[in-house]
Structures are given as C-alpha cells and as structure tokens.
C-alpha cells in the first residue's frame, strides 16, 4: 500500500498536539501528585513547628521539597512545550509555502516514509508496537526511540485506512511469533 498524503496544517497540529500529551501525560500527573502531597505536608509542618516540636521541621522540609521539585518540574515543562510548538510552527510555514507532499510505503518487507526533509526505510523487526489516538494511527519502531509516525484516519480513505490497521495488527501478529 502506498499513499502520498498533502500536508494539512490543521491534521498536523492536531497530531504533534496528541503526540506531545501523550508523552508527558503520566509525568505531568505524577508531578501534581507532588505537589499536592507537598502542600498539606508543609501546612502540617508549619503546624507541628508552632507546637514546639522539631519533628515539624521534617514535614515542613519535605513538604518545601515537593513543591520546589514539582514547579522546576513544571518550568521545564513549560519550555519543552514553547519549543516543540515553535518548531511546528516553523514546520507548518514550511510546508505551507511548498505545499509538500509526504509518502508513506507498507510493503511487506518494510515500511518506508518520505518527506522534503528526509526518506527513511525500516525492516518490520524493527517494528515495535502503534496504537489509536483520537483517530489518529501512531506508528512505532524501536530504533534508537525516535518520534512516532502519525498517520490521520482523515488523511486516507476509511477503507485503506482500516486495511493499514489490520495489515499492522498482522505484523504485530507475527513479531510475538
């Protein structure tokens, strides 16, 4: 099957932004937790301290330690962000003045992809997994934990698109073989 797919800045957005959610979803919860616990821990600790009790001084300390950890956290968060949505704009005008085309190969040797910056070919054992986001197909190879392929349910024809899942779901089948 092979598809040549027009760039779409609406579709792109769409799948860096569930991309990107993904990715830090269960650090991002795990960092509130942090913080949330390092709150009434600290409140109890100031308590505690106002009762004369040195054991107070511990709870206030971590507690403090939390929430420090959770907002340099959340700092570096925030910078990961600006800049992975600044280079999907500059992506975005990219393709937007070229009108680029992206080429997207699954042979059943290999899969091959090809944009305007790059053409890339992976043997199926390398093949790690994919699943479904929102309608939308993340396709993944475990060679050195690059970034997923996304392949939109609204990019190709329902019918090819479904014959890409279970053409996936054989290869899933038959790595676990």
């Known amino acids: 099957m092979i598809f040549e797919i027009a760039f779409d800045e609406e579709?792109?957005?769409?799948q860096n932004k569930l991309?990107?959610?993904?990715?830090?979803?269960?650090?991002?919860?795990?960092?509130?937790?942090g913080f949330f616990y390092g709150i009434?821990?600290?409140?109890?600790?100031?308590?505690?301290?106002?009762?004369?009790n040195d054991l107070g001084l511990v709870f206030l300390?971590?507690?403090?330690?939390?929430?420090?950890t959770s907002y340099k956290y959340y700092m570096f968060?925030?910078?990961?962000?600006?800049?992975?949505?600044?280079?999907?704009?500059?992506?975005?005008?990219?393709n937007n003045v070229n009108k680029l085309v992206s080429r997207w190969?699954?042979?059943?040797?290999?899969?091959?992809?090809?944009?305007?910056?790059?053409?890339?070919?992976?043997n199926w054992e390398f093949f790690q997994s994919f699943k479904m986001i929102d309608e939308n197909l993340f396709i993944?190879?475990?060679?050195?934990?690059?970034v997923p392929f996304i392949l939109g349910k609204a990019e190709i024809d329902l019918n090819q698109?479904?014959?890409?899942?279970?053409?996936?779901?054989?290869?899933?089948?038959?790595?676990?073989?």
């Open 161 to 177: 698109f479904d014959k890409v899942i279970q053409f996936l779901n054989q290869k899933k089948n038959n790595l676990k073989k």
């Open 77 to 94: 968060y925030r910078k990961r962000y600006k800049f992975f949505f600044k280079s999907i704009n500059e992506e975005v005008i990219k």
């Open 140 to 146: 993944y190879f475990d060679i050195e934990k690059r």
């Open 105 to 122: 190969e699954f042979n059943t040797d290999f899969f091959k992809y090809g944009d305007h910056r790059f053409e890339i070919k992976y």
């Open 61 to 68: 300390m971590c507690g403090l330690f939390l929430i420090y």
């Open 40 to 52: 009434p821990m600290s409140v109890l600790g100031l308590f505690i301290l106002i009762k004369d």
């Open 11 to 14: 579709i792109y957005r769409e």
């Open 19 to 33: 991309y990107f959610d993904s990715e830090w979803e269960n650090n991002l919860k795990k960092n509130k937790k």
